[in-house]
C-alpha cells in the first residue's frame, strides 16, 4: 500500500476536527475524498502533506504510514524532503498558486532542481517535456510566459506539471477543477487519470461533485463532519449507496430523464466545528432515516465485506425502523 | 497552498483578532487617556491654573520649573503651562476643525470621482496629484503666504495640504468596493447613485478614511506648529504650541524650559494620536474577518 | 411552455450587441471585444430559460443587458412588448419592480454591514417606499430561512443560506421576471440542489419567470424549460424541449464533457479539445470553429446563421449533428 492512513484524529486546542479516518490509496489507484465544505477535506490533505501543524493542529491518535514509514510525528526538515518530491499537491485554485512576477517556465523549473538536482538547463528541458505531456502546446513559448498570459485551464495545468516536476509517487489534488468551465475540467480530470495510469502514481482527489468521483476514482471515502461515513471501491459505493448521505450525494446530481421537482438536495448544512458532538452520529439532523438512536450513540465506523467502511445506525439497504417511520409522518 | 489555508484557516483567524484586541487596550488605553487628558486641559485651562496667558510681568521672568511654576515662566514672566494649556486650544482645535473640513471635503470628492470615473475622475485627480507631489508644508507656506497670517490663514492652509491625501484614499475605497455585486444588486433593486454612495459606498469606506484623518490630524498639529514656529499661525499673544517653541528657540540657554515642554507637548500628542489611530485601525478592520467564514 | 406566435412574450432581447473597449490611454486606442453579438431571445410569461455557456462566452453580461445595468451598444430590450432600452434612472424604477436578480456570488451580493431584516428592506428602501409590515418575514418563510435569521448579519450565514436571502431579496417586490446569474456556480452540490429546488417551487408558487444563466449543461437540462447556448458572445442553439438532443458541435461537446454520477458510464466522455480563443481576436468564420470535430471548409470564411430546425428550435451550424 503506498498511503496507509489508520484512525486519524487531529485537533485544534480543545476542538477535535478530524476523528478516526481511515483509506488507503495504492499506485495506479485514485482515491476520492468527498465530502461538503466543512467535512474535513482540505484539512486531511493539509495533515496529510504536515502542512496541519503551521495551522496549530496535533495530530492525537491514529497513523499515516507512506512507502512503509509512519509520518505522524516526522520532522519539518524531513517532511519538506517528501512535500513536492515524492508527495505532490494541486490546489483548488491556480490563480493563487502560482507567483504572478516569475515566468512559467522558472516555476517548473524551480521544483525539480531542488528536488532531483538538476542543472538549470536539465530542468528546463524536463519542464518543456512535462508540460508538453499535458498537452500544452507549444510548450517553450508558454515556459517563458507568465501566467496572467494563460487562462484558468492553463494554469491549472502548470500547477499539475509543477506537482508532477519531482516524479512523485503520490499527488493530493484539492479540488482540482472547481473553478474551471465543464469542457476545462473534462480535459484536466480525463489528464489526471491519464497519468495515473501511465505513470502507476497514486491519486487522492479531493471533491465535493460525486459525478467527478464517478468518473475517475477506483475508490471512495466519504466524509461527513470530520468522520468517515463511508468508504469502498467506487462501483459498490454508486450500485449500492449504504450510508443516507453517500446516497443523498450522488442524488443532488441532475441526470437525464430526471422528473422535475425530484432533484431535492440535502435539507440543512455541516454543523459548525464548535457544534460537533461526540455520542452521536453527526449527520443525524439532516438524515431522513434518523432515530433516538442516532443523536445518543456515535455509530462506529464497520468493516463490510467489500474492503469498505460504514458508520451508520440504519443503512439504506435495511428497513426503517418503526420510530423513524413515525417521525417521517 | 493558500486556497487550503484560507478554507480552514477560520481558527487562526479567531485567534489572531482576539490578541489584537488584548494588545488594543493596553495601547490604546495609555493613548487614550493621554489625549483625553490634553483635551480635558485645553477645554478647563481657566479652571485649572491662576495665571493668564497674556499678562506680562518682567520681574517674573526667566523663573525655571518650580512649585509656583510647575514648567517655569518665559522671557516675559508668563507661566509656560498656562500657555501651554491655552496653545493647546489653538493648536487641537486649529488641526482637528481644519482635518475635518478637509476630511468632508476629500470624501465627497473622491466618492464622487471614484464612483462616477470619466473624465471628472480625470480632471479630480489631476489637480490632486499637482498638490500630492508638494510636500505638505509647502503647499501649507504657499497658501499662507496668499492669505496672510493668522488662524484663518493656517486653517485653510492644513485644509488643503490635506485635502489630495484623503480625496486620493476615497476614491481607491470606493473604487474597490463599486464592484462588490451588492452594489450592482442596488442598482438592480432601482436604487439611485445617492442611495448606493450613502447607504452602501461610504459607510464601508468610512473606517480606514477616519483612521487616516486621525492620523493626519497628528501630522496637522506639527504643520500647526510648524507654521506657528515660523510666525505664520496665531498671532501674538494668542498663545500656540509652535509660537512658543518659536519665541524659546533664540533663548534656548537661557530658559531651556521654554522651548522644551511645547515641544514635549507636541511630540507626545502627535505619538498618542499616532498610537491610537493604530489601534483604531486594527479595531476597524472588521472586513477582513468577515470575509474568511 | 411552447409559446404561440402572436403572444406577447414578457421578456424579449432584439438583436443585442455589447462591445467593451479595455486598455487604451491618452495616445494609444483601446482594444474592443465583442462580449454579445447580436442576441435575440423572447421568454414568454412561465418560462424557465435557460442561457448556457463556458466563461467568456457573453452569458453574464446578456443577464446584465437584459437587466438593464448596462446599456447595449445595439439592439432592444422590450418589458411586456414596452421598449425600455432609452430609459434610465428615475424612469426605470416601475421595471425593477417586475424585473428582479440574483447574483452569482452570495458573499459579496449582501452588504456586509447589514442584517438580514436590512438587506430585505433594502428593496423598498431604495425606492422609497416603506414594506408592508410582515413582509420581511414573509419572505423568510418563503425561502426556508429561520425567522429568527433577521437580525444576523451574512458572515453568520453559510453560502447557500445566504444565496436564500439574495433570492429573497429579488422576490421582495413580487417581481415578473427574476434573471439568476449563476445562482449555485459557487455552492457545493447538496447546496446546488436545495437551491434549485426552492427557485423550483418558487416558480410552481408564485408563477415566476426565469432567465437562468449556467455553466452547466446537465443542470439548465434538468431545470428549464427552453435551452440557448452561446459561444464566444453568439447564440449557437435554441432548444425548444431541453431534452432534445443536440444539433450544434458546441452543444454536443458540451454534452460529451459533463460527468454522469454513475461509473458504469465512464467510456462515454469525450473531452472538447483546445480553448475559447481570445475575444479580441475572434476567427473570421465560425467561432467554434478551430475546436470543432465537424468543422468544414466554408466555416473557416463565413459565418454560419441561426436557422431554423424542428419546431421553434434553431441552431447555427453548416454541418449540424444529425437529429
Known amino acids: 500500500m503506498l498511503l496507509d492512513v489508520r484512525d486519524l484524529s487531529l485537533r485544534i486546542g480543545t476542538v477535535g476536527l478530524l476523528d478516526g479516518l481511515s483509506f488507503s490509496v495504492d499506485r495506479g489507484e485514485v482515491l476520492g475524498l468527498v465530502g461538503e465544505s466543512g467535512s474535513g477535506k482540505s484539512l486531511t490533505a493539509l495533515a496529510l502533506t504536515g502542512l496541519a501543524a503551521r495551522m496549530g493542529a496535533t495530530i492525537t491518535a491514529g497513523s499515516v504510514v507512506f512507502d512503509g514509514t509512519d509520518l505522524v510525528g516526522l520532522k519539518e526538515s524531513a517532511y519538506r524532503r517528501l512535500r513536492g518530491k515524492r508527495i505532490g499537491f494541486i490546489t483548488q485554485n491556480p490563480m493563487s498558486a502560482l507567483d504572478a512576477l516569475v515566468t512559467i517556465g522558472d516555476q517548473v523549473d524551480q521544483v525539480s532542481r531542488l528536488h532531483l538536482g538538476l542543472s538549470k538547463r536539465a530542468a528546463r528541458a524536463h519542464t518543456v517535456e512535462i508540460l508538453s505531456r499535458l498537452r500544452i502546446p507549444e510548450a517553450e513559448v508558454v515556459a517563458r510566459a507568465y501566467p496572467h498570459n494563460l487562462s484558468g485551464g492553463m494554469k491549472q495545468r502548470v500547477v499539475i506539471a509543477m506537482a508532477l516536476a519531482a516524479d512523485p509517487d503520490l499527488i493530493i489534488a484539492d479540488e482540482p477543477t472547481t473553478a474551471l468551465d465543464v469542457t476545462v475540467q473534462a480535459q484536466i480530470v480525463m489528464m489526471l487519470a491519464d497519468l495515473v495510469r501511465k505513470r502507476d502514481l497514486g491519486l487522492i482527489l479531493i471533491t465535493h461533485d460525486m459525478s467527478v468521483v464517478a468518473q475517475i476514482c477506483d475508490k471512495v471515502c466519504v466524509l461527513y463532519a470530520g468522520r468517515v461515513a463511508e468508504s469502498g471501491p467506487v462501483r459498490q459505493i454508486f450500485a449500492a449507496p449504504r450510508h443516507p448521505y453517500t446516497e443523498a450525494l450522488i442524488g443532488c446530481i441532475p441526470r437525464d430523464g430526471m422528473a422535475p421537482g425530484s432533484l431535492r438536495g440535502i435539507p440543512g448544512t455541516v454543523a459548525a466545528v464548535s457544534q460537533y458532538g461526540a455520542d452521536c452520529c453527526r449527520f443525524a439532523p439532516r438524515c431522513c432515516r434518523a432515530d433516538a438512536l442516532c443523536s445518543t450513540q456515535q455509530p462506529l465506523p464497520v468493516a463490510t465485506g467489500t474492503g469498505g467502511m460504514l458508520a451508520c445506525h440504519h443503512p439504506v439497504d435495511t428497513p426503517v425502523t418503526e420510530a423513524a417511520d413515525a417521525d417521517d409522518r | ?293 | 411552455m411552447q409559446m404561440t406566435a402572436d403572444a406577447v412574450p414578457v421578456l424579449e432581447l432584439d438583436g443585442l450587441v455589447r462591445t467593451f473597449t479595455t486598455g487604451g490611454g491618452l495616445l494609444r486606442k483601446g482594444r474592443s471585444m465583442t462580449a454579445v453579438s447580436d442576441v435575440s431571445l423572447r421568454v414568454a410569461a412561465g418560462d424557465i430559460v435557460g442561457v448556457v455557456g463556458e466563461s467568456g462566452c457573453g452569458k453574464s453580461t446578456l443577464a446584465r443587458l437584459a437587466m438593464r445595468l448596462i446599456d447595449p451598444s445595439a439592439g432592444r430590450v422590450l418589458f411586456e412588448g414596452r421598449d425600455v432600452t432609452q430609459d434610465h434612472g428615475a424612469r426605470l424604477r416601475p421595471l425593477r419592480k417586475k424585473l428582479q436578480m440574483v447574483f452569482q456570488d452570495p458573499y459579496s451580493s449582501l452588504d456586509p454591514r447589514f442584517t438580514l431584516r436590512e438587506c430585505l428592506l433594502e428593496p423598498f428602501a431604495a425606492l422609497g417606499e416603506t414594506a408592508p409590515p410582515g413582509r420581511v418575514e414573509a419572505l423568510l418563510d418563503q425561502v426556508g430561512l429561520d425567522r429568527s435569521f433577521a437580525g444576523a448579519y451574512p458572515h453568520q450565514l453559510s453560502g447557500g443560506q445566504r444565496q436564500r436571502v439574495g433570492i429573497a431579496r429579488a422576490l421582495a417586490y413580487r417581481p415578473e421576471v427574476v434573471v439568476l446569474d449563476e445562482p449555485t456556480a459557487s455552492l457545493d452540490v447538496s447546496i446546488q440542489a436545495q437551491i434549485i429546488a426552492l427557485l423550483q417551487e418558487l416558480h410552481r408558487t408564485s408563477g415566476l419567470t426565469y432567465l437562468f444563466i449556467s455553466h452547466d449543461l446537465g443542470l439548465v437540462r434538468y431545470f428549464c424549460t427552453r435551452i440557448v447556448v452561446m459561444y464566444l458572445g453568439s447564440v449557437v442553439e435554441e432548444m425548444a424541449d431541453p431534452d432534445a438532443a443536440p444539433r450544434h458541435p458546441y452543444t454536443a461537446a458540451l454534452m460529451g464533457s459533463s460527468f454522469v454520477p454513475d461509473p458504469t458510464e465512464r467510456a462515454q466522455i469525450v473531452p472538447l479539445e483546445g480553448e475559447i480563443p481570445s475575444p479580441f481576436a475572434l476567427p473570421p468564420g465560425c467561432p467554434f470553429a478551430p475546436r470543432c470535430p465537424r468543422v468544414q471548409d466554408r466555416c473557416r470564411t463565413s459565418r454560419p446563421a441561426l436557422t431554423q430546425t424542428t419546431g421553434a428550435s434553431k441552431v447555427a451550424c453548416f454541418n449540424p449533428v444529425e437529429a
Not at chain 2, 102 to 121: K, W
Not at chain 2, 200 to 223: E, K, Q, R, S
Not at chain 2, 240 to 260: D, R
Request: with cysteine.
Open chain 2, 1 to 293: 497552498m493558500s486556497a487550503a489555508v484560507q478554507k480552514t484557516g477560520m481558527l487562526g483567524t479567531i485567534r489572531r483578532s482576539v490578541a489584537w484586541r488584548a494588545l488594543a487596550t493596553i495601547k490604546g488605553g495609555v493613548a487614550g487617556g493621554f489625549l483625553l487628558l490634553v483635551v480635558l486641559g485645553a477645554i478647563f485651562a481657566p479652571v485649572l491654573t491662576p495665571y493668564d496667558y497674556d499678562i506680562q510681568a518682567l520681574t517674573n521672568a526667566f523663573q525655571p520649573p518650580s512649585l509656583a511654576h510647575p514648567m517655569g515662566t518665559d522671557e516675559f514672566g508668563r507661566d509656560v503651562l498656562t500657555r501651554i494649556l491655552y496653545g493647546a486650544r489653538t493648536s487641537l482645535s486649529v488641526s482637528v476643525v481644519a482635518i475635518s473640513i478637509s476630511l468632508v471635503f476629500g470624501m465627497t470628492l473622491g466618492a464622487a470621482a471614484g464612483y462616477f470615473g470619466g473624465r471628472f475622475d480625470r480632471m479630480v485627480m489631476v489637480v490632486v496629484d499637482l498638490t500630492w507631489s508638494f510636500p505638505e508644508i509647502l503647499v501649507a507656506l504657499m497658501l499662507v503666504a496668499i492669505i496672510g497670517p493668522g488662524v484663518t490663514g493656517t486653517l485653510v492652509a492644513i485644509c488643503v495640504a490635506y485635502l489630495a491625501q484623503f480625496t486620493r484614499l476615497t476614491r481607491s475605497q470606493v473604487m474597490a468596493l463599486k464592484s462588490e455585486t451588492y452594489v450592482e444588486a442596488a442598482r438592480g433593486l432601482g436604487a439611485s447613485h445617492a442611495f448606493i454612495l450613502f447607504r452602501h459606498l461610504l459607510p464601508n469606506c468610512l473606517g480606514p478614511v477616519l483612521v487616516a484623518g486621525m492620523l493626519a490630524t497628528g501630522d496637522a498639529i506639527i504643520l500647526e506648529a510648524t507654521l506657528g514656529f515660523f510666525g505664520l499661525g496665531a498671532q501674538p499673544p494668542t498663545p500656540s504650541w509652535g509660537g512658543m517653541m518659536s519665541s524659546g528657540s533664540g533663548l534656548l540657554f537661557k530658559g531651556p524650559w521654554i522651548i522644551l515642554f511645547p515641544g514635549l507637548c507636541i511630540a507626545l500628542t502627535v505619538v498618542a494620536i499616532n498610537l491610537f489611530g493604530d489601534v483604531l485601525l486594527a479595531k476597524l478592520d472588521i472586513r477582513d474577518r468577515l470575509r474568511v467564514v
